[in-house]
């Protein structure tokens, strides 16, 4: 069955940097588009950004993120990646790996921005 595994989630410091993974298994991870969305405490779900299937080199990001996060995948490890670059507290939430725009999530990993 599909698995999505999310991990990197931390505590760190306003400004600092963390990168997430998400570890896929039960499919052809390089077949599907995958995401990343979020949920703040006490807030709706946002996404943050997307990456094409194989073979096309189309990224999405949220307004909020751009120029600060980053998503890739590397297909020959089945991982998506998010890397976030100058964290603010606004940014603290839980952040969900999703394949397909939503068909399918991980657990999710805790990330918390605050000094």
């Known amino acids: 069955q599909v698995q999505l595994v999310e991990s990197g989630g931390n505590l760190v410091q306003p400004g600092g940097s963390l990168r997430l993974s998400c570890t896929a298994s039960g499919f052809t991870f390089s077949s599907h588009w995958m995401g990343w969305v979020r949920q703040a405490p006490g807030k709706g779900l946002e996404w943050v950004a997307t990456i094409a299937a194989a073979g096309t080199d189309y990224t999405y990001y949220a307004d909020f993120v751009k120029g600060r996060f980053t998503i890739s995948r590397d297909n020959t490890r089945s991982t998506l990646y998010l890397q976030m670059n100058s964290l603010d507290p606004e940014d603290t939430a839980l952040y969900y790996c999703?394949?397909?725009?939503?068909?399918?999530w991980g657990q999710g990993t805790q990330v918390t921005v605050s000094s």
């Open positions: 999703v394949r397909d725009l939503g068909g399918s």
